[in-house]
C-alpha cells in the first residue's frame, strides 16, 4: 500500500481518495478552475484531458466526505515513470517503425524543450535537500464558493498528523501577487518558505509544512 493511502486511510474518513471512475469529473473541475492567473493556452476538452492523464499516472486526487473538494497529491515521479516505460515497451512492438521513431523523437522534445527535464531533476534535488520525505501538494479546488479554505486546514491537519507537506510556487511575475500567495500558505494553511531559487530560468518558491508530530517532538526536545 502506497503512502499516500495510508495517510489518507488514518484520517477515519476526513480524507478520501477519489476512485478512477471519478477522475475524469474532478479533471472537468480542474479544467474548469486552472490556470489562475493568465488566459488558457489549450481549449477545455484538451486541458481536461491532460488533467485526466495527470491523475491517473502521476498524482493522487483526494477529496471530503461530501465530494465538494479536492486537493492533489504528487506520486513518487520514478514509479510513475516506470508505469509509462513498461507501458511504452509494451506498445511500441505493436507499433510500425516510423511511428516508434516518432515516439521516441517526440519523448526526447518533450523532455529537452524549455529545459524540463533539467528543471524537474533540479526540483526533485532541491526538495530532497529541504523536503526529505514530504508529500507534494498541488491544486486545491472546491464546487462550493468560499469553502476551500476550512476544508484544505481540516485535512492538511488530519492527513499531516504523521506526514510533511510540500508545496511548489512558481513566480508569477509580479511581487506583490506572489507574497499574497504566499502570505495564504504560511498564514493559513501553517506552511514555511523553505527556500527561493531559480530553477531552469524560473522563478520557484519551496513552501514545507512539518508533520505535527513532528512539531510537538522537536518542542519537547527542545524543553
Sequence with gaps: ????????????????????RDLWGVAALLADALPLERPPVHARPL???????RLVL?????????ATAVMTVGRNPWIAASAVGVAAAAVAPQLRPWQRRA?????????????????????QRRLRRVAPGSMVVGDFVTKV????????????????AHTSFAALLPGSGRARRQRARERI???????????R???????LTILVRPATDAERSGATTRR
Design 58 to 66: 502521476f498524482d493522487r486526487a483526494i477529496t471530503n466526505r461530501e
Design 103 to 123: 515516439l521516441i523523437l517526440s519523448t526526447i522534445g518533450y523532455a529537452i524543450r524549455d529545459r524540463r527535464l533539467r528543471g524537474f531533476l533540479e526540483t
Design 185 to 195: 500558505y504560511t498564514t493559513r494553511f501553517g506552511f514555511h518558505v523553505a527556500e
Design 1 to 20: 500500500m502506497d503512502r499516500i493511502r495510508v495517510a489518507v486511510d488514518a484520517t477515519d474518513g476526513v480524507a478520501e481518495i477519489v476512485p478512477f
Design 197 to 203: 531559487t531559480t530553477i531552469a530560468g524560473k522563478e
Design 47 to 53: 486541458r481536461q484531458l491532460g488533467h485526466w492523464v
Design 145 to 160: 464558493p468560499g469553502a476551500a479554505v476550512p476544508w484544505i486546514v481540516e485535512i492538511l491537519d488530519a492527513l499531516g
